[in-house]
């Protein structure tokens, strides 16, 4: 028989819930026109129903207890939109194993656990859906997994989270610090309380993990993700960055090359005249590069209730939709891989050290202002491998210490780090280096 309604269970109501329940509400007869049935949000867990939030619903489909969801046998699919790992990943995997297809945000979740969820989803022949735990509402998962398919992807690389990319874009062009640029950011609701996770760079990492083994075909664990925030950034270093041609920004990058996959996170300078030097605000840019297709760059709002809560219903119908064909056909079918790669072609490739990966390099140091220091810095540069493509040194100060620039040459990061490590041993040198990989060229 098949069903005259989808219904769903909500399981956690913040922010992206309340975006995806007013798009349900709102859109309700849209949905079913593109659906065939109504897509109908039954019931909702939360730890505060009282709590007063922008959307109303019926009070009776509110519980505080998310297994009533689990355990409803009238749901079709339950949205996990609690965050955290524990106890959600618990609830996916009660979800599953009660034979309930899963919708998530959750790229933390994903990051860590993602290859045991799509394990036990195999096992139960359920859907998990996920296209707004990267991206917002920007459809990069199902580009990846069904619109580049017939490609060979090489290469992923953007700005993926927000908030650093809104603090990056106020001090490069009011010329203020990273501290007070995060202040402003949090009074405005573009970063949290605690802004660890998004200026630490592990928000990036998280989404990165995911595209990364979405792309590659192979397991990418997140501990294995080079990791860099963007707190050591400052005004200077952004001035010089314009000085040579160059905006700065907090990119995620992965890589296939020789059998291995290169994956990082850090600030990185980027050409001004490249589109994703261009990409200001809180917006996000990601850049797709197929052996076949070449560059292709998904852009929009990578967060927010609206545009997380339109990639949550965009899995919601999707899922929905297969749920129906499945009734029609009389078995249920996974059409698309949960990782765009069948299991039994999915291999584990060796993610490459950090030092192994080469990258031109913006070095700024705090030297004694005497004749030749720089000959020294160079020749210590040129003992590793690493020539200097352009300089720039500031005039004498009263302080005796003068502002040194480099841009370098391409040249393999364990070069790098050895040579900072020898001119960091000189007396003449005040400061640590201040490091900033550079890309694009």
Do not use: W
Request: net charge neutral.
């Amino acid at each position: 028989m098949i069903k005259k309604t989808i219904q769903v269970g909500l399981i956690g109501f913040g922010t992206v819930g309340c975006g995806m329940a007013e798009i349900l509400l709102q859109r309700e007869e849209e949905i079913a026109g593109r659906l065939g049935v109504p897509l109908c949000l039954a019931q909702v867990a939360d730890l505060d129903i009282e709590r007063e939030r922008p959307i109303k619903i019926k009070k009776s489909i509110l519980t505080t207890n998310a297994h009533d969801i689990i355990a409803n046998p009238k749901i079709d699919i339950v949205v996990e939109l609690m965050g955290g790992i524990s106890p959600a990943r618990e609830l996916i995997l009660d979800a599953i194993a009660h034979g309930k297809h899963v919708v998530t945000a959750n790229k933390a979740l994903l990051a860590y656990h993602g290859e045991e969820i799509f394990k036990a989803a195999n096992v139960a022949g359920v859907e998990v859906g996920f296209e707004a735990a990267v991206g917002g509402g920007i459809p990069i998962i199902r580009a990846i997994k069904e619109g580049l398919s017939g490609d060979q992807i090489t290469d992923i690389f953007g700005i993926v989270n927000g908030t650093s990319n809104y603090i990056l874009t106020k001090m490069s062009n009011e010329k203020a610090s990273f501290s007070d640029v995060l202040k402003e950011a949090q009074v405005l609701g573009y970063a949290e309380a605690d802004p660890t996770l998004d200026i630490g760079g592990g928000d990036s990492a998280h989404k990165l993990a995911i595209l990364a083994s979405l792309a590659f075909g192979t397991p990418v664990p997140i501990k294995e993700v080079y990791t860099e925030g963007i707190a050591q950034i400052t005004p200077m270093d952004i001035a010089y960055a314009d000085q040579f041609g160059y905006q700065m920004k907090l990119l995620a990058i992965a890589k296939i090359a020789d059998g291995q996959i290169e994956a990082r996170v850090h600030p990185t300078m980027l050409p001004k005249e490249t589109l994703l030097a261009k990409v200001n605000g809180v917006f996000n840019a990601i850049c797709v590069v197929g052996e076949s297709v070449g560059e292709t760059l998904f852009y929009g709002r990578g967060a927010g209730s609206a545009p997380t809560g339109s990639a949550v219903v965009s899995d919601l119908i999707d899922i929905a939709r297969k749920r129906l064909t499945d009734q029609q056909a009389g078995a249920p079918t996974i059409r698309v891989p949960h990782t765009g790669t069948l299991s039994s072609h999915r291999v584990t490739l060796p993610i490459r050290p950090m030092e192994q990966i080469e990258s031109r390099y913006y070095l700024r140091l705090i030297v004694e202002d005497r004749p030749g220091v720089l000959s020294k810095v160079a020749g210590v540069l040129g003992q590793h491998h690493i020539s200097i493509a352009s300089v720039i040194q500031d005039g004498r100060k009263e302080t005796g210490a003068v502002q040194l620039v480099m841009m370098t040459h391409r040249s393999r990061e364990k070069d790098m780090q050895a040579a900072l490590k020898t001119i960091s041993e000189s007396k003449t040198v005040y400061k640590p280096t201040t490091l900033i990989r550079v890309e694009g060229t």
